[in-house]
């Protein structure tokens, strides 16, 4: 059974700083490409980052670019999204996802975790 578990969200002031980290488990973890996404409350859920299967690719949305960094570590099977100079407009539920390829399109991705909260205060 496909598991993914996002830990490491909470309420941070602007500025602040806050690692996720996503432990997958019930398929061959090196096989996938992972990503983040995030769903502020009323809009779309959005791409944050992707990391390709050996770590060796990354993308970022714009919006987070400079400020927040994807690694995973496969001996692990975890993924993890360390956010620095955390902005109000980063609170959103995050979640992180897994497909054999990289994507940035939410409907192409197989499976998802639960998602964890981060609020950001001003």
């Known amino acids: 059974q496909v598991q993914l578990v996002e830990t490491g969200g909470g309420l941070v002031q602007a500025g602040g700083s806050l690692r996720l980290s996503c432990a997958a488990s019930?398929?061959?973890?090196?096989?996938?490409?992972m990503a983040w996404f995030r769903q502020a409350p009323g809009k779309e859920r959005r791409f944050v980052a992707d990391?390709?299967?050996?770590?060796?690719?990354?993308n970022y949305a714009d919006s987070v670019k400079g400020r927040f960094t994807i690694s995973r570590d496969n001996a692990k099977n975890t993924v993890y999204l360390q956010m620095n100079s955390l902005k109000p407009e980063d609170t959103a539920v995050y979640y992180c996802?897994?497909?054999?390829?990289?994507?940035?399109?939410?409907?192409?991705?197989?499976?998802w975790g639960q998602g964890t909260q981060v609020t950001v205060s001003s």
């Open positions: 996802a897994a497909r054999p390829q990289l994507s940035t399109v939410v409907t192409a991705y197989n499976y």
């Open positions: 019930g398929f061959i973890f090196s096989n996938y490409a």
């Open positions: 990391i390709s299967r050996t770590g060796g690719i990354t």
